[in-house]
DNA sequence: CCTTCTTAGTGTTATATTTACACTAAGAAG
DNA sequence: CTTCTTAGTGTAAATATAACACTAAGAAGG
């Protein structure tokens, strides 16, 4: 069967969507990348990410990529920027649009490789070299992460529903790459009554076992409506 | 002569770049729009902006699309999101990434037509409706605009290089809506270190001629990368 | 049962920042 | 010389931030 071409008067970009997937452990920071199987960059780190089709929105096609290539249930995803260096692609001019997403780390197997292609969870701060403009994108995004978990509460993203404030601490300064004093954390975060104090307790721990809360989105977004800015 | 055609193994959406040309006057925030010579939305206004072509980037080719439309000496351009819905254009598939530049109303004729098309400065309050998802990408504009003034002093690309502390709270007040206290405004700004007090002072004022300060560029990028953060 | 170890949980004080607020001075216009 | 408009200036109260250390709980191990 005679492959279909597709014919216009310009020549035209290829358009890609790449995304940057965040997780959460106890350590660190961490970023999914997918060993490429193919040329160029056979066997270098990659972003996940692929062609956006003619039928998706970007929105639609970073969700559809992020579901084939990780499997991984996302709680967030937003547009990071479009990248369009003319040769950030060896074998044609291709226009990225890039995305962040964030996931709960612990809900997910560790590794979760549905197409044969290797993936793994990487250090943000030990990453390896990665194909194309991909370090760029993920520097990019990692900036973008870092100022906005200060003024939005997205950081509840990549905890467990359930958590502890030593959590959401470590989270924060984890990304935040500071230490904070727990006290005046404490404070602040209670203080906007964005927490559900519940009434239960991490378990496995060989100390003092911490309450957990929940953040409550829903209050967040009412009182957004009426002015309120959260901030870290 | 053949115009030659270029084909492609899986279809591809067009890519365009559209920007959102900002200015300010003594009233208002302004922006600049050009009314369509041709179908689709014939007649109707639209943002500035064109096809990406293969070897220029996309900032590459925001600018380009500015000097040819509208002859704009831009003094801020930046990338602002890019909008893919399926159905944006009636024509195909176009994915555009839209830009917002910031420009000096004062240093520009009122009306630079270069082919042909209409070009005028509309208030940001009262715009007519506009082609495509033009709307929206302005209010997109317009959100990322009244956010990023606050803390980078990118309203200083919108005055004259000289210009009195009024003219600047005047901006702000503009730009976000609301009034500010002169005093608290003039002590915080000055407090910076940022102003560089002028031996110059406006004229051609029925009143006391205020004095003329300009923005200190080059101490702001210094301070900025020991960690000083602009904030107003 | 007792000791040890680790983290949970909690207030106060000093400092810095933000807000609110009103008058005199300068200069142009008539 | 009067009027009008904007320039230019300081203080005090309220609020927010930053610094800082101990007791309590509970698991582990002897």
Same mark, same amino acid.
Request: aromatic share 12%; with cysteine; net charge neutral.
């Given at each position: 069967?005679?492959?279909?071409?597709?014919?216009? *008067?310009?020549? *035209?970009?290829?358009?890609?969507?790449?995304?940057?997937?965040?997780?959460?452990? /106890? !350590?660190?920071?961490? %970023?999914?990348?997918?060993? @490429?199987?193919?040329?160029?960059?056979?066997?270098?780190?990659?972003?996940?990410?692929?062609?956006?089709?003619?039928?998706?929105?970007?929105?639609?096609?970073?969700? *559809?990529?992020?579901?084939?290539?990780?499997?991984?249930? #996302?709680?967030?995803?937003?547009?990071?920027?479009?990248?369009?260096?003319?040769?950030?692609?060896?074998? /044609?001019?291709?226009?990225?649009?890039?995305?962040?997403?964030?996931? @709960?780390?612990? /809900?997910?197997?560790?590794?979760?490789?549905?197409?044969? @292609?290797?993936?793994?969870?990487?250090?943000?701060?030990? $990453?390896?070299? $990665?194909?194309?403009?991909?370090?760029?994108?993920?520097?990019?995004?990692?900036?973008?992460?870092?100022?906005?978990?200060?003024?939005?509460?997205?950081?509840? !993203?990549?905890?467990?529903?359930?958590?502890?404030? @030593?959590?959401?601490?470590?989270?924060?300064?984890? #990304?935040?790459?500071?230490?904070?004093?727990?006290?005046?954390?404490?404070?602040?975060?209670?203080?906007?009554?964005? $927490? %559900? /104090?519940?009434?239960?307790? !991490?378990?496995?721990?060989?100390?003092?076992?911490?309450?957990?809360?929940?953040?409550?989105?829903?209050?967040?977004?009412?009182?957004?409506?009426?002015?309120?800015?959260?901030?870290?």
């Amino acid at each position: 069967m005679m492959a279909k071409q597709y014919s216009y *008067r310009y020549p *035209r970009p290829a358009i890609t969507v790449d995304c940057v997937v965040f997780g959460l452990d /106890e !350590e660190d920071l961490k %970023v999914l990348l997918i060993q @490429r199987g193919s040329e160029p960059f056979r066997g270098d780190w990659a972003l996940p990410g692929g062609f956006v089709q003619l039928d998706e929105t970007l929105d639609d096609a970073a969700m *559809r990529e992020l579901a084939e290539e990780t499997g991984l249930r #996302i709680r967030f995803l937003e547009q990071l920027y479009s990248f369009g260096a003319i040769e950030r692609d060896p074998r /044609e001019r291709v226009v990225t649009v890039a995305y962040y997403a964030l996931v @709960r780390l612990k /809900e997910h197997p560790l590794q979760a490789s549905t197409d044969a @292609r290797d993936t793994a969870w990487f250090s943000a701060c030990c $990453l390896p070299s $990665l194909a194309f403009d991909h370090q760029h994108i993920l520097q990019t995004a990692l900036d973008r992460l870092r100022s906005k978990v200060r003024y939005q509460p997205i950081g509840f !993203e990549l905890l467990p529903q359930q958590f502890t404030l @030593r959590q959401i601490q470590q989270l924060y300064e984890t #990304i935040l790459g500071r230490t904070l004093d727990k006290r005046n954390f404490r404070k602040k975060l209670l203080g906007m009554g964005l $927490l %559900v /104090e519940l009434d239960q307790w !991490e378990t496995d721990v060989a100390h003092r076992a911490a309450r957990l809360y929940r953040f409550d989105r829903r209050k967040y977004q009412r009182l957004s409506k009426q002015g309120f800015n959260f901030e870290i």
